[in-house]
């Protein structure tokens, strides 16, 4: 069965300084695989998704994430975090039932932004 | 604007009551999918529809009932015979059923009183 775990309930990190949040997944097949994020008490926005073509990602606001079939990891980073950068970050794999796609989710990662 | 709206942004419930969730989307997207979402833990699949006057169960359809009378809107109810309803309620809606991406409304937070 697929299903994804995601390391760290919680990240903190200073401004400026590099950012990464980790995830591995479970698939019985080549998954896609998405990280959303979250700002507090907001929907959930696509930051990049993973689809079997580059195993490099680049997503919004100076993302990636890069997919280690080895390793079964999607983790994701940014070189230089940003005070805006501060929510909760969900991964994601994607599962066909049927006809139709449905998505695993992650329980989350907090990421905080320390000045 | 094309997008996702949800009302209300916030809602209260006394016990015994049923409550309906709104959701409409102007993306002309043939799925629609209701989440609930509670502290610490990912996202949980109630109900989707892939298309008009279609709707399936996902994980954690008790307690809850939809419809899909217009593509456009798909209403969540969430009865008195869901004991735990207190949560963060998402909507999204993908293009088809075959497109893994989602877009996702604000969401609803739900408080029983």
């Known amino acids: 069965a697929q299903s994804v775990t995601q390391l760290d309930s919680h990240v903190s990190v200073s401004e400026g300084t590099p950012v990464l949040l980790r995830c591995n997944y479970s698939?019985?097949?080549?998954?896609?695989l998405f990280w959303y994020v979250q700002h507090p008490n907001k929907g959930l926005q696509l930051l990049l998704k993973?689809?079997?073509?580059a195993t490099l990602v680049k997503g919004i606001n100076g993302f990636e994430a890069e997919f280690k079939k080895s390793e079964t990891s999607f983790h994701l980073t940014k070189p230089s975090a940003h005070m805006s950068d501060a929510a909760e970050y969900f991964c994601?794999?994607?599962?066909?039932?049927?006809?139709?796609?449905?998505?695993?989710w992650g329980a989350g990662t907090k990421l905080i932004i320390k000045p | 604007d094309g997008g996702i709206t949800q009302s209300p942004k916030y809602l209260f419930r006394k016990e015994g009551q049923n409550v309906t969730l709104s959701c409409e989307q102007n993306?002309?997207?043939?799925?629609m999918y209701w989440y609930r979402q509670d502290p610490g833990q990912g996202l949980r699949l109630i109900y989707y529809s892939q298309i008009v006057n279609d709707f399936q169960k996902g994980d954690i359809a008790e307690g809850y009932s939809v419809s899909r009378e217009k593509k456009e809107s798909f209403p969540l109810t969430v009865t008195s015979a869901q004991k735990n309803p207190t949560a963060f309620y998402l909507c999204a809606s993908s293009i088809d059923p075959g497109s893994e991406t989602q877009y996702f409304g604000p969401g609803t937070r739900l408080l029983v009183l």
């Open positions: 993973y689809t079997s073509a």
């Open positions: 698939s019985s097949y080549s998954p896609s």
């Open positions: 994601v794999v994607s599962v066909l039932r049927g006809s139709n796609y449905q998505l695993i």
């Open positions: 993306l002309n997207h043939d799925a």
